[in-house]
């Protein structure tokens, strides 16, 4: 019964984690790789190193809002709660 409860409780809280890093992380993004990877190697020859650190700074600025989400500490709040609970 415990256990059940558990794998729920986790499976409930993976997917509130992976909703939560596309809506305040990396957003949908995905729908425009192309264009900005088409971007990316055409600016590469002008400067790499240019690009290393604009790609760093959106890949931090994702990471930052993502660690100020309320649904990403709720998520792994839940995955704390069904560790313990399978431990019972």
């Not at 990471?63 to 839940?78: D, E, P, T």
Request: charged share 20%; hydrophobic share 50%.
């Amino acid at each position: 019964m415990m256990q059940s409860l558990s794998d729920k409780i986790f499976m409930g809280s993976l997917i509130l984690m992976m909703i939560a890093v596309v809506v305040s992380g990396i957003g949908f993004q995905f729908v425009n790789w192309r264009s900005q990877v088409n971007d990316e190697l055409d600016t590469e020859t002008k400067g790499s190193s240019g690009r290393k650190k604009a790609v760093m700074d959106r890949q931090d600025k994702s990471l930052g809002r993502v660690l100020r989400s309320y649904l990403f500490w709720i998520a792994v709040a839940g995955m704390l709660v069904s560790i313990v609970l399978s431990r019972l």
